[in-house]
Every structure is written in structure tokens, then in C-alpha cells.
């Protein structure tokens, strides 16, 4: 897969995920980490999503080395995985089918999610997995498959 730089405003919103997901998961001081907390959430609310329109929680588990291209309008459900390596692009959706809904998307490593995906439900997306623009994708698919259309099918 083609590796190139995150821009600016992804390294920042990374930057602000990744330390919501530590202070989340790994800090272990109760009043210090709830203070910390407090800061995370007000600078998340501020400047991803009232600025941005990204809501990327810190339940989130994303693998080492994301990537975000034009990162504006990306909507991730709390209790998704993505594997390393992965690349978003702007306008990118990973969630449940609605409310009360529980099944959430798996994705794997190496995977490029195009500009508007939309990948809902339980399902799983293998390593190398390539999601073409605006695609719906609501089934599972193998490693190495290319996917798109609404609603998505394996183009090769």
C-alpha cells in the first residue's frame, strides 16, 4: 500500500485522539485523570467537532500509524476497531445501524476507506481491503478486495 504524509490537521487530530485513548485506557491516577479528562473532551468538542465535524472517541481502538487526509467530517462510533496502518479520507462514517443497534465494524490492517464511505453494522473488513468513494458498505469482505458501489460489491 502507497504510505504517504498525514497533513497538518491530521497529525492534530490524531494528536488529540491518541492522547484522549491513553489518558482513557492507560492513565491510571483517579483525580488527575479525570482532570485530564475534563481538558480532552472540552479541546475534542471545541476544535473537532464544532470546528471540523470529526467526532473520533476515545474508545476508539486505532491501530499505530493512521493516516487522515483532509481530516473534516468524520464520524466513528465509540466502540469500533481499525487495525495499523489504516488511511481515512474526509466524510468517512464507521458505525452501527442506528440506535440501539449493536453490531460494529471490525477493520483490519492496511485498509484505504475512500472520501464519503459509509461502512455500517456488524461486519468485517480484511487486511488490505480498499473502500472506493461513497461506497455503502454493510456485508463483510476478504483480505485484499476492492470494494464500492451502493451497496458495496466486490469489484476485484
Given at each position: 500500500?502507497?504510505?504517504?504524509?498525514?497533513?497538518?490537521?491530521?497529525?492534530?487530530?490524531?494528536?488529540?485522539?491518541?492522547?484522549?485513548?491513553?489518558?482513557?485506557?492507560?492513565?491510571?491516577?483517579?483525580?488527575?485523570r479525570q482532570l485530564l479528562l475534563l481538558v480532552y473532551k472540552i479541546v475534542?468538542?471545541?476544535?473537532?467537532?464544532?470546528?471540523?465535524?470529526?467526532?473520533?472517541?476515545?474508545t476508539v481502538r486505532i491501530g499505530p500509524e493512521l493516516v487522515i487526509y483532509?481530516?473534516?467530517?468524520?464520524?466513528?462510533?465509540?466502540?469500533?476497531?481499525?487495525?495499523?496502518?489504516?488511511?481515512?479520507?474526509?466524510?468517512?462514517?464507521?458505525?452501527?445501524?442506528?440506535?440501539?443497534?449493536?453490531?460494529i465494524p471490525t477493520i483490519g490492517d492496511d485498509v484505504e476507506i475512500g472520501?464519503?464511505?459509509?461502512?455500517?453494522?456488524?461486519?468485517?473488513?480484511?487486511?488490505?481491503?480498499?473502500?472506493?468513494?461513497?461506497?455503502?458498505?454493510?456485508?463483510?469482505?476478504?483480505?485484499?478486495?476492492?470494494?464500492?458501489?451502493?451497496?458495496?460489491?466486490?469489484?476485484?
Open positions: 500500500m502507497r504510505r504517504t504524509r498525514t497533513d497538518a490537521l491530521g497529525y492534530f487530530v490524531i494528536g488529540v485522539y491518541r492522547t484522549g485513548n491513553w489518558l482513557y485506557y492507560r492513565f491510571k491516577l483517579p483525580v488527575l475534542n468538542l471545541i476544535f473537532l467537532k464544532f470546528a471540523m465535524g470529526i467526532d473520533i472517541p476515545a483532509h481530516p473534516h467530517g468524520i464520524v466513528i462510533t465509540p466502540q469500533a476497531v481499525i487495525g495499523a496502518r489504516a488511511i481515512l479520507h474526509h466524510q468517512v462514517t464507521i458505525g452501527n445501524k442506528g440506535v440501539g443497534a449493536t453490531g472520501t464519503g464511505a459509509v461502512i455500517i453494522g456488524e461486519l468485517t473488513l480484511g487486511d488490505g481491503v480498499r473502500v472506493g468513494a461513497n461506497a455503502v458498505v454493510t456485508q463483510s469482505f476478504p483480505n485484499h478486495a476492492v470494494v464500492g458501489g451502493v451497496p458495496a460489491r466486490r469489484l476485484r
